[in-house]
């Protein structure tokens, strides 16, 4: 099966200040990366997605972006607020099968 | 809203016992999942369906069992619980994708087994 790895498992920025979390997959066939973000003692709820078909997507002040030949792809968030501290989990699968698989997370804390 | 249920926050269980968790969605998804989260490794599938009646086994489904006899229900079965078992176990579901559908996981909030 697919084998997702999500690097940092922390990240501490000050406000402001961008953040990038990356992952990286391991089945070639995997065509759909959305990222989920949990705050805490909240479920996790997707923010972004995006589909091999294109290498970038950006929806205000976070982008994704897609390296097919890599097998990687990154969370970009600009402009940090305290808000966005939560832990960040990045997955892989198939988009047609919607089965997916995650990373470890990424436990961000914006600091004011 | 898409809403997902979990019948249970939290749960403390004894060793060898049979439990049972269970899951509902109210928005006629036809996938539903079950995953388990622990510090460190993230979400794991345990198992998912993506029709009545109708399982795939995730990545760590040993110990564990799934029923779905009905399309808005997903159960979870732990045959005899185990302390290893112990973690924080998330229900998800979402629509089939294509046609350009959401295929948004929409999860629920959480049981938080305890087997002591």
């Known amino acids: 099966g697919e084998n997702v790895e999500q690097h940092p498992s922390t990240l501490s920025v000050q406000e402001g200040d961008s953040a990038v979390i990356k992952c990286t997959y391991s089945d070639s066939a995997s065509n759909y990366f959305p990222w989920y973000k949990q705050e805490l003692g909240k479920r996790p709820q997707l923010i972004i997605d995006i589909r091999s078909n294109v290498g970038e997507k950006k929806d205000q002040r976070i982008a994704v972006t897609l390296n097919k030949t890599a097998k990687h792809f990154s969370l970009h968030i600009t402009e940090t607020q305290p808000e966005d501290s939560a832990v960040y989990f990045c997955a892989a699968g198939l988009y047609n099968f919607n089965k997916f698989y995650f990373g470890s997370g990424t436990k961000l804390n914006v600091k004011p | 809203d898409v809403k997902v249920t979990q019948s249970s926050r939290y749960l403390v269980k004894r060793t060898g016992e049979k439990v049972f968790l269970e899951c509902v969605q109210d928005?006629?998804?036809?996938?539903m999942f079950w995953y388990r989260q622990d510090p460190g490794l993230g979400l794991r599938l345990i198992y998912f369906?993506?029709?009545?009646?109708?399982?795939e086994k995730g990545d760590i489904p040993e110990g564990y069992s799934v029923s779905r006899e009905k399309k808005e229900r997903f159960s979870l079965i732990l045959e005899s619980a185990s302390t290893n078992q112990t973690s924080m176990y998330l229900c998800?579901?979402?629509?089939?994708?294509?046609?350009?559908?959401?295929?948004?996981?929409?999860f629920g909030q959480g049981t938080r087994l305890t087997v002591v």
């Open positions: 998800a579901s979402s629509q089939i994708s294509g046609g350009g559908l959401n295929t948004e996981a929409f």
């Open positions: 369906s993506y029709d009545v009646k109708m399982k």
């Open positions: 928005m006629d998804h036809e996938n």
